[in-house]
T-cell receptor, first 114, second 110 residues
Framework: DAGVTQSPTHLIKTRGQQVTLRCSPKSGHDTVSWYQQALGQGPQFIFQYYEEEERQRGNFPDRFSGHQFPNYSSELNVNALLLGDSALYLC?????????????FGSGTRLTVV | QQQVKQSPQSLIVQKGGISIINCAYENTAFDYFPWYQQFPGKGPALLIAIRPDVSEKKEGRFTISFNKSAKQFSLHIMDSQPGDSATYFCAASGGNQFYFGTGTSLTVIP
């Protein structure tokens, strides 16, 4: 049974560019949450998607947007990249929206903005 | 504002020793407190979790102690092994998102 799959694993972008990160949830999971983990820090909540809609959002600017598809997979888009956006982006899937519903993290996408 | 404060930042323990990591929170609406283990290049993996209606939960060598009145909880790793060397995060949730601590880098010396 595959867990949470994220692609790509690593990415280098130039300041001002746009990036799209992808996530396939664990089988049986219908909710996807995205987190940003800066080096040496704990993950910070970006937003959560359920039933193809953004249901909750953390303290991130509108440059961060997302999408959830009918098969529950999700994309995270970041526009106008800043050097400070360099981080590990984690996708977590769960069955239903609650944080205690078997939250499972992927291995992340390491984004470097130069 | 850090919702969950974690200490220490790093910890070195001899093999067979006890590793203790502490966390504190402010929001009394939090009702789920997990601990995650993260190895380099990997995402966080759930170790053990507790709810505020119990004061202690044990799973194998891992124990969470919870003090609701002090708004503190801790992770104890008994008989620490070199394979336990990783970064540990406490977290708290009152709904759909986690608030993570800043992490503790644990090194277990053989």
């Amino acid at each position: 049974d595959a867990g949470v799959t994220q692609s790509p694993t690593h990415l280098i972008k130039t300041r001002g560019q746009q990036v799209t990160l992808r996530c396939s949830p664990k089988s049986g999971h219908d909710t996807v949450s995205w987190y940003q983990q800066a080096l040496g820090q704990g993950p910070q909540f970006i937003f959560q998607y359920y039933e193809e809609e953004e249901r909750q959002r953390g303290n991130f600017p509108d440059r961060f947007s997302g999408h959830q598809f009918p098969n529950y997979s999700s994309e995270l888009n970041v526009n106008a990249l800043l050097l400070g956006d360099s981080a590990l982006y984690l996708c977590a899937s769960s069955f239903r929206r609650g944080a205690d519903y078997g939250y499972t993290f992927g291995s992340g996408t390491r984004l470097t903005v130069v | 504002q850090q919702q969950v404060k974690q200490s220490p930042q790093s910890l070195i323990v001899q093999k067979g020793g006890i590793s203790i990591i502490n966390c504190a929170y402010e929001n009394t609406a939090f009702d789920y407190f997990p601990w995650y283990q993260q190895f380099p290049g990997k995402g966080p993996a759930l170790l053990i979790a507790i709810r505020p209606d119990v004061s202690e939960k044990k799973e194998g060598r891992f124990t969470i102690s919870f003090n609701k009145s002090a708004k503190q909880f801790s992770l104890h790793i008994m008989d620490s092994q070199p394979g336990d060397s990783a970064t540990y995060f406490c977290a708290a949730s009152g709904g759909n998102q986690f608030y993570f601590g800043t992490g503790t880098s644990l090194t277990v010396i053989p």
